[in-house]
Protein backbone atom coordinates (compact mmCIF):
# COMPACT_ATOMS: atom_id res chain seq x y z
CA UNK A 1 0.00 0.00 0.00
CA UNK A 2 1.84 3.43 -0.46
CA UNK A 3 0.76 7.22 -0.18
CA UNK A 4 1.18 9.17 -2.76
CA UNK A 5 1.61 13.07 -1.89
CA UNK A 6 1.57 16.04 -4.35
CA UNK A 7 1.23 19.44 -4.39
CA UNK A 8 3.67 20.95 -3.61
CA UNK A 9 5.66 23.96 -5.27
CA UNK A 10 7.67 27.19 -5.00
CA UNK A 11 5.32 29.92 -3.82
CA UNK A 12 5.96 33.79 -2.21
CA UNK A 13 4.59 34.69 0.68
CA UNK A 14 0.98 35.00 1.83
CA UNK A 15 0.11 32.42 -1.26
CA UNK A 16 -1.12 29.24 -0.71
CA UNK A 17 -1.13 25.54 -1.78
CA UNK A 18 -3.69 22.39 -1.41
CA UNK A 19 -1.60 19.70 -1.17
CA UNK A 20 -3.16 15.74 -1.56
CA UNK A 21 -2.44 12.70 -0.62
CA UNK A 22 -4.11 9.36 -1.72
CA UNK A 23 -3.79 5.43 -0.84
CA UNK A 24 -3.45 2.98 -3.67
CA UNK A 25 -6.49 0.44 -3.42
CA UNK A 26 -8.43 3.15 -1.03
CA UNK A 27 -7.62 0.68 2.38
CA UNK A 28 -7.49 3.88 4.35
CA UNK A 29 -10.73 4.60 4.50
CA UNK A 30 -11.60 3.58 7.96
CA UNK A 31 -7.97 4.76 9.35
CA UNK A 32 -7.03 8.29 10.64
CA UNK A 33 -4.84 10.01 8.50
CA UNK A 34 -2.72 13.21 8.57
CA UNK A 35 0.36 15.74 7.61
CA UNK A 36 4.03 16.08 9.07
CA UNK A 37 6.65 18.15 8.03
CA UNK A 38 10.52 18.45 8.85
CA UNK A 39 12.18 21.40 8.07
CA UNK A 40 15.71 21.37 7.19
CA UNK A 41 17.80 20.91 10.03
CA UNK A 42 14.41 19.92 12.81
CA UNK A 43 12.85 17.93 13.69
CA UNK A 44 10.13 16.42 11.94
CA UNK A 45 6.10 17.51 13.48
CA UNK A 46 2.77 16.31 13.31
CA UNK A 47 0.98 19.36 11.36
CA UNK A 48 -2.61 18.21 11.69
CA UNK A 49 -4.66 15.15 11.57
CA UNK A 50 -8.36 14.13 10.83
CA UNK A 51 -10.28 10.88 11.79
CA UNK A 52 -11.52 8.40 9.48
CA UNK A 53 -15.03 10.45 9.17
CA UNK A 54 -13.41 13.92 9.19
CA UNK A 55 -15.81 14.68 12.70
CA UNK A 56 -11.63 14.75 14.43
CA UNK A 57 -9.46 17.16 13.77
CA UNK A 58 -5.80 18.17 15.29
CA UNK A 59 -3.87 20.97 14.35
CA UNK A 60 -0.29 21.79 15.71
CA UNK A 61 -1.21 25.20 17.46
CA UNK A 62 1.48 27.57 15.57
CA UNK A 63 -0.83 26.69 12.62
CA UNK A 64 -4.14 26.97 13.82
CA UNK A 65 -6.39 29.51 11.57
CA UNK A 66 -3.78 29.40 8.55
CA UNK A 67 -3.83 25.24 7.74
CA UNK A 68 -7.07 23.57 7.38
CA UNK A 69 -6.92 19.48 7.10
CA UNK A 70 -9.54 17.23 5.26
CA UNK A 71 -10.56 14.18 3.73
CA UNK A 72 -12.94 12.45 1.48
CA UNK A 73 -15.60 10.74 3.09
CA UNK A 74 -15.59 7.98 2.11
CA UNK A 75 -11.55 7.78 1.09
CA UNK A 76 -8.28 7.63 1.35
CA UNK A 77 -7.60 11.09 0.42
CA UNK A 78 -6.42 13.75 2.18
CA UNK A 79 -6.21 17.16 1.95
CA UNK A 80 -3.80 20.00 3.45
CA UNK A 81 -4.94 23.46 2.41
CA UNK A 82 -2.45 26.31 3.28
CA UNK A 83 -2.65 29.89 3.42
CA UNK A 84 -1.33 32.74 4.05
CA UNK A 85 1.86 30.70 3.82
CA UNK A 86 5.62 32.20 5.46
CA UNK A 87 8.92 31.23 4.91
CA UNK A 88 8.89 29.56 7.97
CA UNK A 89 6.32 27.01 6.67
CA UNK A 90 9.32 25.57 4.19
CA UNK A 91 9.21 21.88 4.26
CA UNK A 92 9.16 18.58 3.02
CA UNK A 93 5.73 17.72 3.55
CA UNK A 94 4.59 14.13 4.12
CA UNK A 95 1.02 12.17 4.65
CA UNK A 96 0.44 9.56 7.13
CA UNK A 97 -1.71 7.01 8.22
CA UNK A 98 -2.51 5.42 11.45
CA UNK A 99 -4.00 2.17 12.63
CA UNK A 100 -6.93 3.44 14.04
CA UNK A 101 -9.75 5.84 12.68
CA UNK A 102 -9.48 8.39 15.37
CA UNK A 103 -5.93 9.47 16.12
CA UNK A 104 -2.64 9.82 14.10
CA UNK A 105 0.15 9.28 16.51
CA UNK A 106 3.92 10.81 16.39
CA UNK A 107 5.59 7.59 14.68
CA UNK A 108 2.37 6.47 12.87
CA UNK A 109 2.98 3.06 10.02
CA UNK A 110 2.32 4.28 6.63
CA UNK A 111 3.85 7.09 5.30
CA UNK A 112 3.88 8.43 1.95
CA UNK A 113 7.21 9.84 0.09
CA UNK A 114 7.21 13.92 0.91
CA UNK A 115 6.45 17.18 -1.27
CA UNK A 116 8.33 19.55 -1.50
CA UNK A 117 6.66 23.32 -0.10
CA UNK A 118 8.89 26.58 -0.67
CA UNK A 119 7.71 29.46 0.34
CA UNK A 120 10.31 32.92 -0.27
CA UNK A 121 10.19 36.21 1.05
Known amino acids: VQLQASGGGLVQAGDSLRLSCTAS????????MGWFRQAPGKERERVAA????????YYIDSLKGRFTISRDIPGSTVYLQMNNLKPEDTAVYYC???????????????WGQGTLVTVSS
Open 96 to 110: AADRNPLVVSQNPPY
Open 25 to 32: RNTFSNNA
Open 50 to 57: VSWKGGST
